[in-house]
């Protein structure tokens, strides 16, 4: 379904003005014609949990910016697809977006499996694109020069688990598992051969379907091997509260470290227990972290406070709402720059960032580097600590 926030038609100077010359000049209809944001999002399905989080801020920041005039008086018109985490529906939706819908620009989709069956087709329309999948191969500016990533790397991202589970929890055992889409498959495969590359025996690798109704197999084959600690790689929450839920059946004190969906408020209502949830430990990030004092950073303080009653954090993580709305600002702050929604002219425009200050963290971005997110701003929290979709540090961490 296509949801468009807000439509606006040409001006009556610019209507005026094409009927008096017989045609519509093309300076006319760009300064009028609506900004259409593509938004490839799986918002129902096993993996929508980050979908359903970014969403909201990306409503906002859509609302928020039409309600001040739009971008020097054009619209933003949201299209939105809800992809189910289904690569071919994704694939359909690209097409749809690009050659019948003509958006200007992309966001997503939301996880790495299907962004690995869309990123070549966007290539080949030079359709500006910005996503939050971490698979490393999905950037590259030689094959992709359109495609951009908001969030770190999964590469960033296994690089604070590894350093946790080894450096900090001490566990020189862990299992690592994740579930059977293209991300899960892709994530685990590189966790692996990371941690075995760092010393770290892998007792236990598996994919699991997201819908598997029990994983106590799987738990008890992880126990049996030793796992010091269990990393997990998926979007699913309900999966991953089987998986907590698994835990506390065998009276297992074992951690487990790894992906932020484990930390999403949605987990509360689907664990059996609330003590389940303990010993979770996810990717974090500065910007979403509260300080020793419990307080969070200014930029994202402020934010909060003035989405307090507009949006719902406390059943997502902050992180998906801030990145929704800084990418946003993202596409509205290159057409205003510019002057132009053209391709060339918003890619160009990103591809001149350095440490632009979006609610989320600083982005950088250059011709050669399309990995904006700072490594230095990734961290590691408590999963059961949120409060407004924020979250302690874990234990023994030090940003």
Not at 87 to 105: D, F, G, Y
Not at 156 to 177: E, G, H, S, T
Not at 182 to 194: D, E, F, I, M
Not at 249 to 272: C, N, R, S
Request: proline share 5%; with cysteine.
């Amino acid at each position: 379904m296509t949801l468009a926030l807000t439509r606006r038609g040409f001006t009556r100077g610019g209507v005026a003005l094409g009927l008096a010359s017989g045609t519509l000049a093309r300076p006319a209809i760009a300064a009028s014609e609506p900004i259409r944001i593509g938004w490839l999002a799986a918002l129902t399905g096993p993996s929508s949990t980050p979908a359903i989080g970014f969403d909201r801020g990306v409503r906002y920041a859509v609302d928020k910016i039409n309600a001040a005039g739009g971008v020097k008086g054009r619209m933003i018109e949201l299209v939105t697809r809800d992809t189910q985490g289904d690569p071919t529906k994704a694939v359909n939706a690209t097409q749809e977006m690009i050659s019948r819908l003509k958006v200007h620009a992309i966001w997503g989709p939301t996880n790495s499996g299907e962004s690995l069956a869309i990123t070549p087709i966007m290539a080949r329309f030079k359709m500006p694109n910005i996503h939050p999948c971490v698979v490393d191969s999905l950037i590259d500016p030689v094959k992709y020069p359109n495609a951009f990533r908001l969030a770190p790397s999964n590469g960033q991202w296994d690089d604070a688990v590894r350093n946790y589970c080894l450096k900090i929890a001490k566990a020189k055992q862990v299992a690592v598992v994740g579930d059977t889409t293209g991300y899960g498959t892709s994530a685990v495969a590189a966790s692996v051969v990371a941690f075995k590359k760092d010393g770290a025996e892998v007792v236990y690798q598996a994919q699991i379907d997201a819908t598997q109704p029990d994983v106590m197999p799987d738990m008890l084959r992880m126990k049996n091997g030793g796992a010091q600690a269990i990393v997990v790689w998926s979007v699913s929450a309900a999966m991953e509260a089987r998986l907590f839920d698994a835990r506390a059946t065998l009276h297992w004190d074992v951690p487990f470290v790894g992906h932020p969906a484990m930390g999403t408020g949605e987990i509360k209502g689907l664990v059996a227990k609330a003590e389940n949830w303990d010993k979770v430990y996810i990717i974090g990030y500065k910007s979403c972290s509260f300080d020793a004092s419990g307080k969070l950073p200014e930029r994202t303080q402020t934010f909060v406070d003035s989405v307090k009653g507009k949006i719902e954090l406390d059943d997502t993580s902050l992180w998906w709402v801030v990145s929704g709305v800084d990418v946003i600002n993202l596409v509205a702050k290159a057409v205003a720059e510019t002057g132009s929604s053209e391709a060339a002219d918003i890619i160009g425009y990103w591809n001149t960032l350095k440490d632009y200050p979006g609610l989320f963290g600083d982005y950088t971005y250059t011709p050669q580097q399309h990995n904006g997110y700072p490594t230095n701003e990734v961290v590691m929290s408590k999963a059961n600590s949120s409060r407004a979709g924020a979250f302690d540090l874990a234990p023994g961490y030090t940003a």
